[in-house]
């Protein structure tokens, strides 16, 4: 559609008030002529007037204005990119035992032992003699009696009343006689008693001998074979873990959300129904 100035515009819609056919102060409705067909067909095809009029009704042509919508979209900013990077070797420590020295063997000499013994010598053989022996005797002790037992009378302690003898008639005089038994006297004597005679007797005489401290041999000497094991020795060996290697790192690409304005119709100039009062002749 061709879009008019705003002039072009102003004239066309005065034009068309005016060839509407209604008359001064007459309403619309009652007074509009009948289009006929050649008039209908100039009409559809000159853009200057509406299309598809009606009898009675008025037309303004008005600018309808461009028609948007807001839409949202992920624009990319920056492309995807790869990287290889390198991934060194991991290294580790290992404990290793390493021969030193093989094994071997060795001859000693394993002096003779020796230990202390004592033993007794005879230095003077045993023998006999005869010796004079006393006689033999013993001190014996005896009781001998002095002088034999005897009884005598003795006089007594009576009572200090006479006894009266009411049954017999008896009448004490207070005067009292004991008849006492004096014992044997007896004399202690010691004597020496002869218990066996003097004579002779045969003594033997011990062997003399003497206790010497000598040292003697215990074990000879002699050689022996002595294994020499082998000698190691513990070292710490760094090695290889994991080999080094080679990594592809990929970066996606990176988007942003942008909101804007898309027209989705233009601007243009539209016939609209309009309530006029009068019509200008």
């Known amino acids: 559609m061709k879009i008019l100035s705003m002039s ?16 001064q102060k007459t ?19 000159n853009s200057l007037y509406p299309p598809n009029p009606e009898p009675g009704k008025c037309y303004a042509r008005v600018l309808k204005p461009a028609q948007f919508k807001t839409v949202t979209e992920k624009v990319k900013v920056s492309d995807g990119t790869e990287k290889v990077i390198t991934i060194p070797a991991k290294y580790g420590t ?40 006393p006689a033999v005797y013993k001190t014996v002790t005896e009781r001998v009696l002095v002088k034999p037992a005897t009884t ?13 003898n009411a049954r017999t008639g008896e009448r004490g005089t207070g005067e009292v006689m004991c008849l006492v038994k004096t014992p044997p006297v007896y004399k202690t004597i010691t004597k020496k008693v002869l218990v066996k ?3 002779t007797k045969k003594v033997v005489i011990p062997a003399v001998y003497k206790t010497i401290t000598k040292k003697v041999v215990a074990t000879p000497a002699r ?3 002595i294994q020499i094991p082998a000698v190691y020795k513990t070292v710490t060996v760094r090695t290889i873990v994991e080999p080094a290697k080679s990594k592809v790192i990929k970066t996606p690409p990176v988007y942003k959300t942008v909101t804007k304005k898309v027209k989705i119709a233009p601007a243009q100039l539209v016939w ?8 200008i002749h």
Do not use: D, F, H
């Open 223 to 225: 050689t022996k074979t």
């Open 27 to 45: 309403s619309c409705e009652a007074s509009a002529p009948v289009a006929t067909k050649t008039q209908t067909v100039v009409k559809e095809v």
């Open 152 to 164: 005598t009378w003795k006089k007594g302690r009576g009572l200090l009343t006479p006894v009266n």
């Open 197 to 199: 005679p003097a004579g």
């Open 94 to 133: 290992v404990t290793k035992k390493i021969l030193v020295k093989e094994a071997s063997t060795k001859l000693v000499v394993i002096p003779a032992t020796y230990k202390t013994v004592t033993e007794k010598i005879l230095v003077k053989p045993a023998s006999e003699k005869l010796v004079p022996v």
């Open 272 to 279: 609209k129904v309009v309530r006029c009062k009068s019509v």
């Open 8 to 23: 072009s515009i102003a004239v066309a819609a005065i034009a068309a008030v005016m060839m509407s056919g209604c008359a």
